[in-house]
């Protein structure tokens, strides 16, 4: 079916440390993989993305990998600071109609 | 530019009666979507439109669940009669482009 798996569900890093975020798709015809930060009591909010023509984008700090063989793409955040600290959401377009399927969420949280 | 407006922000119900909630999307966004995000879970499609045509509604619990776009703008997510299983925030979002959602803050349904 339609599915997209989150790893890890829970994650804590030094302030300053890297953190990745890991996710699996199971549409090989998925072509736009989003990912979305969601703070406490707000909406997610895209805050980047990669389509299935690249294999890696950056944006400042943080950057998205994708590999189509093994369909899996991850989030890394550099050079982490407090504000980072949110849930963040991986999502793969599915189906004919390119529906967004999100993941079920990585808690991150930066220590002092 | 305005973003994605939601209302109720909170609705508390009991079991079995009903509640509407409403959304205003980003003007010129064609896709509309309503999402259903459960505490602690990735939010799940429950309905997409475009313009005011459904493209995907595989998800929507029809029995209880219904939802409308008149005009190709405005739309309204209702639910009748309302389960405790339903407390959830109910997420609205648009699009300009394929899978590059907006969304609102949310819509806090708690059933009692």
């Known amino acids: 079916g339609e599915n997209v798996e989150q790893h890890p569900s829970t994650l804590s890093v030094q302030e300053g440390d890297s953190a990745v975020i890991k996710c699996t798709y199971s549409?090989?015809?998925?072509?736009?993989f989003p990912w979305y930060k969601q703070e406490l009591g707000k909406g997610p909010q895209l805050i980047i993305d990669i389509r299935s023509n690249v294999g890696e984008k950056k944006d400042q700090r943080i950057a998205v990998t994708l590999n189509k063989t093994a369909k899996h793409f991850s989030l890394h955040i550099t050079e982490t600071q407090p504000e980072d600290s949110a849930v963040y959401f991986c999502a793969a377009s599915m189906g004919r109609d390119d529906k967004i399927i999100f993941g079920k969420g990585t808690r991150l949280h930066i220590l002092p | 530019e305005a973003g994605v407006a939601q209302s109720p922000r909170y609705k508390i119900i009991e079991k079995r009666q009903s509640v509407a909630f409403w959304c205003n999307p980003i003007s010129g966004h064609a896709t509309l979507y309503w999402y259903q995000q459960i505490l602690g879970q990735g939010p799940k499609l429950l309905i997409q439109?475009?313009?005011?045509?459904?493209?995907?509604d595989s998800q929507l619990p029809k029995d209880r669940f219904s939802a409308e776009r008149l005009k190709g703008v405005d739309s309204t997510l209702k639910i009748q009669p309302a389960k405790l299983e339903d407390s959830a925030v109910y997420l609205c979002?648009?699009?300009?482009?394929?899978?590059?959602?907006?969304f609102g803050e949310g819509s806090r349904l708690t059933v009692l």
């Open positions: 549409d090989s015809a998925s072509n736009y």
């Open positions: 439109f475009q313009n005011n045509g459904v493209v995907d």
């Open positions: 979002a648009s699009s300009l482009v394929v899978g590059e959602l907006f």
